[in-house]
């Protein structure tokens, strides 16, 4: 069967080999079983198959031990009984082994409750597949698309034809369009253009996954700074707070929780140190209120330079790349004239 299979998969190969020399052919592929591990439902339903696969085998181990001391006892008391008893337990345990085989059987078995119960799981998931890959083949013109995860044997498989994804994006969105309002399902296929235009373009696909990571580093130095900013208030605000139960120790005359903690020591007589004006560190608080301030908006600033200079390298970046396709489009142009001519003159 299997050599059949492949005889008829390479006869398929060389026509579509003869028929690519007249028209382009446009093949993609599926990988089922990494779209079904990605579909909510399944996993939860497969966990649920799991716990019952464990159960049952939890029975069957069960069942060997009590047919195991079953055995035990009887070679153990064997000398003491009746050769009609021997015969007695012998055909109990017969039959209690005969019993646990058949359970076994039944629960994985080729045809046992396991694997009709994964069939009868998988099912619903491979007929959505089975819709969305036709309605991917017809919207985006594929002639084959083939299930990597089959017993058809793929060699190897460039992963711009797989379009696995887009398979398991048409099943989400086919669960989510019931839940959503016309704002939404408007902006939800706003999305799926732009993503079906990325899927269709290689070089639309390189350049989102450069700005993906781009995004993804900035995020990332904002995540920072930000950390960075709220450590300088937390720091600032516990200063701010010393500060002033320091000046009221020093109004009252006592030592503050503050100066305790520090292992400072601080006398309930005023000295020069504590006749010092209350202004003065006001004045303090400020200064280093200002300077926190300026070194945020220092931040802020440098991070808008940082955005400038990334959106006029993208920008930079895209005007290279209509300039280099307007060449070609007119060396396409200036070619096919140039053959034009001399078919003219022939």
Do not use: C, H
Not at 40 to 54: F, G, I, V, W
Not at 192 to 204: F, G, R, Y
């Amino acid at each position: 069967m299997r050599k059949q299979f492949l005889f008829i998969f390479l006869a398929l190969i060389v026509g579509i080999t003869s028929q690519a020399q007249t028209k382009s052919t446009k093949i993609g592929y599926i990988d089922m079983e990494y779209i079904l591990q990605n579909v909510p439902d399944y996993k939860e339903a497969q966990t649920q198959l799991e716990q019952k696969a464990e159960k049952w085998k939890q029975e069957i181990e069960t069942k060997k031990l009590d047919i195991n001391k079953l055995k035990d006892a009887l070679k153990a008391e064997k000398a003491l009984l009746t050769n009609e008893l021997i015969d007695e337990r012998e055909t109990e345990i017969k039959f209690l082994e005969t019993e646990m085989l058949n359970y076994q059987q039944q629960r994985f078995g080729v045809n046992g409750d396991l694997i009709r119960q994964k069939s009868a799981l998988a099912k619903p998931i491979q007929d959505q597949v089975f819709t969305a890959v036709q309605d991917i083949a017809e919207a985006k013109k594929y002639d084959f698309i083939f299930d990597r995860s089959s017993d058809l044997t793929m060699l190897f498989a460039a992963k711009r034809y797989d379009v696995s994804d887009q398979v398991l994006r048409v099943i989400t969105r086919t669960d989510k369009r019931e839940q959503l309002t016309k704002k939404q399902l408007a902006i939800e296929e706003a999305k799926e253009n732009k993503e079906a235009a990325i899927d269709e373009n290689p070089a639309l696909q390189e350049r989102q996954k450069t700005l993906d990571e781009r995004k993804a580093a900035r995020d990332k130095i904002l995540e920072d700074r930000k950390a960075a900013q709220e450590e300088k208030i937390r720091v600032y605000e516990e200063n701010k707070k010393a500060l002033r139960e320091a000046r009221e120790a020093k109004k009252n005359g006592t030592v503050s929780e503050t100066v305790k903690k520090e292992g400072a020591s601080v006398t309930s007589t005023p000295t020069k140190e504590t006749a010092k004006p209350a202004a003065t560190d006001e004045a303090k608080d400020k200064e280093r209120l200002a300077e926190d301030k300026q070194k945020m908006a220092d931040d802020r600033q440098k991070l808008y330079d940082e955005r400038k200079k990334a959106l006029e390298e993208r920008r930079a970046k895209i005007l290279e790349e209509r300039e280099a396709a307007k060449k070609a489009r007119e060396q396409k142009a200036k070619e096919d004239k140039e053959k034009q001519g001399n078919t003219t003159n022939n």
